[in-house]
């Protein structure tokens, strides 16, 4: 089954890339550019969320 998914997807990515658009993306492409980017640059928290972040770990005795 793996052999026969990776050959579908290599068939896939042979496709022609739509006008308008820089690449064929398949399930899963643009999960996996977010992840490096996260994992590179870091994730973005607004204030609001850090801030109940930050009391709930303060309910529980830790500082940040």
Do not use: M, N
Not at 31 to 56: F, H, L, P, S, Y
């Amino acid at each position: 089954f793996e052999q026969d998914a990776t050959a579908f997807v290599h068939w896939l990515r042979q496709s022609p890339v739509a006008d308008g658009f820089d690449a064929l993306q398949i399930a899963g492409d643009p999960e996996r550019v977010a992840r490096v980017q996260r994992e590179a640059q870091g994730i973005v928290i607004d204030q609001t969320t850090w801030d109940a972040i930050v009391q709930a770990g303060a309910k529980i005795g830790f500082t940040v």
